[in-house]
């Protein structure tokens, strides 16, 4: 949302269709993620990373949905946010590309981050202790 923000600041066209754009994006994609997460906790209660590992297993369909919400998180071409992330960085490129570029390091950031986490907790094998109750 901070790029929303930037994209009125900067106050051009370019930048305000991008944050407008992006704002219902966000309302999509967020809502999505929400819903997403609660299903999760409600079938192992709790929201612990450590717990979620091999549930592409147990909840492929929920696997797959988690997934498309996640790289349409990070607007990944073809996704809703992709138009509109790309209109916001171009919007703040015009007023100053040192901010853009800094936005971009924070972007590719997220991006490492979603999918690590995504990794783990549905593709990394059950093989603890604490965890193993929850494959019942």
Known sequence: MSLVILGIIVSNFVGLLGSVAMMLAH?????????????????????????????????PLLTMSLFILIISNFSIPGSVSFVSEINVLLGIFISSPLIAAICCIGLFLCTGY???????????????????????
């Open 114 to 136: 979603s999918l690590r986490f995504f990794g783990v907790a549905f593709f990394q094998a059950l093989d603890t202790n604490e965890n193993s109750h929850k494959t019942n």
């Open 27 to 59: 309302g999509i994609v967020s809502s999505g993620l929400f819903v997403a997460v609660g299903v999760l906790y409600e079938r192992t209660h709790t929201r612990l990373i450590k717990y979620f590992v091999g549930c592409a297993n147990l909840m």
